[in-house]
């Protein structure tokens, strides 16, 4: 199969310690759905919940690994299938992406742009500089190398004002959800190669837990439908973020089960991908 999993369980930015244990469960269905092993780099720790300066140094060692990973997976011709428990860890993955596949289109589904620099973002939270780093927005000391112009905003719902104003200035593509969104992403991807970044709080609430709840999303057959458009280009990858296991700290944990069959279109491709 040409498919390496891979899942990232160690902090990254994390407000709670849910989505590490998220990307562990993803793992875990995976490797017994599609029968592979899982490479796992991390381990789960208490979350910091501070600001990004710290989170940063804290987590960039994981970082690094997780990079050595995909060079590693490239290197082999192989495809990333990925739980990266927060979106801060595409600080890392996005820049071997765009090293190895310059003609890459990246497709951002998440509530937020991410596109905030250290200069401009009100919170201080490292996973809202996720996709800013990957374009060379910011120095993040894990290279950069995606241009805007090959991303794709899907499904923002949260913008802040610096993003709007990039997003206005024609530089980057965004999409909301609308009943016409299968056509528009078709469209805008316009043939090319893609990889896959998926937040799970691009969808509407309730149906999977995430740290991030904003309504007005995508449901899972809209997910699926997408997918499927995006399964008649090559798919270079697919990363899965922001997937926490349990509604509580102490609640019973939720299967991710749902988020891949809506995916399934992705997976398969990339199966027969060579």
Excluded at 12 to 22: I, Q, S, T
Excluded at 106 to 120: I, Q
Excluded at 144 to 155: C, H, I, K, R, T
Excluded at 165 to 177: A, F, G
């Amino acid at each position: 199969m040409s498919i390496a999993l891979t899942v990232f369980q160690g902090r990254a930015g994390d407000h709670n310690d849910l989505a590490m244990l998220g990307a562990q469960s993803i793992g875990s269905h995976l490797s017994r759905t599609l029968g592979i092993e899982t490479t796992y780099i991390g381990s789960p720790e208490k979350a910091l919940n501070t600001d990004w300066r710290i989170e940063l140094e804290h987590t960039i060692p994981a970082l690094r690994d997780i990079q050595a990973r995909f060079e590693e997976i490239f290197d082999q011709g192989l495809r990333p299938l990925s739980a990266t428990s927060r979106c801060a860890v595409s600080i890392a993955t996005l820049p071997v992406v765009a090293k190895y596949r310059k003609d890459a289109c990246v497709v951002w589904f998440d509530s937020h742009a991410d596109l905030n620099t250290p200069s401009t973002s009100t919170t201080g939270y490292l996973g809202g500089l996720a996709l800013s780093g990957p374009v060379g927005m910011w120095d993040s000391g894990l290279g950069s190398g995606l241009e805007l112009s090959n991303v794709v905003l899907v499904g923002q719902r949260d913008l802040d004002p610096f993003e709007v104003d990039l997003i206005n200035s024609s530089r980057i593509r965004h999409l909301k959800p609308s009943n016409n969104l299968a056509a528009e992403l078709e469209y805008a991807i316009a043939g090319r190669p893609v990889y896959i970044h998926l937040d799970c709080d691009v969808l509407s609430p309730g149906i999977v837990p995430t740290d991030y709840v904003h309504p007005d999303g995508l449901s899972l057959e809209d997910l699926r439908s997408v997918c499927v458009v995006m399964s008649k280009s090559e798919v270079i990858g697919v990363e899965v973020a922001e997937f926490q296991n349990a509604w509580s700290p102490d609640g019973e944990p939720v299967s991710p089960a749902p988020i891949f069959d809506a995916l399934n279109p992705l997976i398969n491709r990339m199966k027969n991908e060579r």
